[in-house]
């Protein structure tokens, strides 16, 4: 057996990885990465016999369509990450349109890719070759999955995709297997431990308070899918104060379809019911206007309507702008952090506003991921999808004494 990195070693974004026995090519995500425009994809693969895939997140999934291109391999999930990623790559399209590039696949694709679509539930087996498979729930975002491959060998491999080991509000935590012989992991933030998830959900409550007292405004770029829903539950109390925008509205709703992903989906559906859906400019136009609190994609602020916000309250230094989430080098986001200047390919302006970011991560911290590590006892272990995997991984050999990559993109070891 073979697994080769076309993606999302040494960096966060564009995850790919195959898997290959003498009968069988699994890829495991087929994502892009946000902060390149165009968005870059992994290696090319003419050809799967199958495809898994871990959760919607456009780095994990924006460029799953190019895999029906020569083929037409049954895509692995459930039913939630399907209908999200659906949303997801149909608004990537139409950004793509509206910022004058091409994705790097058609409509048709897609379409072939969902038709192929073989949903499974979380623990569920099913076969590929010579592999028994399931997917495990990763506590990433609702339907987020790692992928427990057991080889008729007995060999057993372990990929997380995007994995957090404590439950959150929207979330139960992670499920992990107690055993596995390969483990290819994420390492986002393999270097560090975030700080106390109460603490900062404190500090958010306070800068929200903060703006009010002053009749100001608090920006909220969140992603769609997962952080924008964790935020509502984080400021439950003002429900009846925020404008939720862009797809963050339609993720919204398509999770409620499926309650059974997240931890607490009434009290969601309850709080969804006060806010303030924006379906129009001119309800854009009544948000800016008339809501303190403001709920909008993107969360890398890459496109979408976090960029009309930021125009319109650009000269407010006593607004607020807050991100609660990973932010990726050279996005507009990341820039307007350490900068306070908003840039893309099209336009740059100051933004005086107050500008705050809080960790919000769904991503598991190096004592966990020590932790999981330390839980399935494997032989080999592969860090991924971190800014630093090789020093990672070293860490990890060091620590646990076993044999650790950080690999390349192209490197294929064997296994």
């Known amino acids: ?144 999955a790692g992928t427990l491959l057991t080889h008729d060998s007995g060999k057993r491999i372990f990929y997380t995709g995007d994995i957090h080991i404590e439950g959150t509000r929207l979330l139960k935590g992670a499920t992990l297997p107690n055993k596995a012989d390969i483990l290819i992991t994420e390492s986002t933030y393999g270097a560090k431990d975030h700080p106390s998830r109460r603490e900062e959900e404190n500090k958010v409550k306070a800068v929200v308070e903060e703006a009010l007292a002053s009749r100001e405004t608090t920006l909220f770029p969140v992603f769609a899918v997962g952080r924008a829903q964790e935020i509502l539950l984080v400021l439950e109390e003002y429900a009846d104060r925020i404008a939720l925008d862009g797809m963050a509205k339609e993720v919204a709703e398509a999770v409620l379809g499926y309650p059974y992903y997240v931890r607490e989906p009434q009290r969601l559906k309850r709080i969804l019911s006060k806010v303030f859906f924006v379906r129009s400019d001119k309800d854009r136009r009544r948000a800016a206007d008339k809501y303190p609190i403001i709920v909008t994609t993107a969360g890398m602020a890459t496109g979408g309507p976090v960029v009309y916000y930021l125009r319109e309250l650009r000269a407010k230094p006593r607004t607020k702008v807050v991100f609660v989430g990973y932010l990726a080098e050279d996005t507009p986001a990341r820039i307007l952090l350490e900068t306070g200047v908003f840039r893309t390919a099209e336009e740059q302006f100051k933004v005086q506003c107050d500008i705050r970011q809080f960790d919000f991560s769904a991503h598991a911290g190096r004592t966990e991921l020590f932790d999981m590590i330390r839980l399935m006892k494997p032989k080999k272990v592969f860090a991924v999808h971190g800014d630093s995997c090789r020093q990672f991984a070293d860490d990890v050999g060091a620590k646990f004494g076993i044999e650790t990559y950080g690999p390349e993109n192209g490197d294929t070891v064997p296994i």
């Not at 994502?31 to 919607?56: C, E, F, M, N, W």
């Not at 369509?65 to 949303?87: E, G, K, M």
């Open 1 to 144: 057996m073979d697994l080769k990195f076309l993606g999302g070693a040494g960096e966060v974004g564009r995850s790919g990885i195959l898997l290959s026995d003498a009968g069988h090519r699994i890829c495991m995500d087929y994502g892009v990465k946000l902060g390149d425009i165009p968005p870059s994809t992994p290696i090319y693969l003419d050809r799967a016999d199958a495809v898994i895939l871990s959760h919607a997140h456009l780095d994990h999934c924006g460029a799953l369509p190019v895999l029906w291109r020569n083929s037409t391999p049954p895509l692995f999930t459930n039913d939630v990450t399907l209908d999200q990623s659906i949303i997801l790559l149909k608004d990537a399209m139409k950004i793509a349109f509206k910022e004058g590039y091409d994705v790097s696949w058609t409509k048709s694709e897609m379409r072939l890719m969902e038709r192929e679509a073989r949903l499974v539930k979380y623990n569920e087996q099913f076969r590929v070759g010579r592999f028994s498979c399931q997917l495990l729930d990763a506590g990433h975002i609702p339907g987020s």
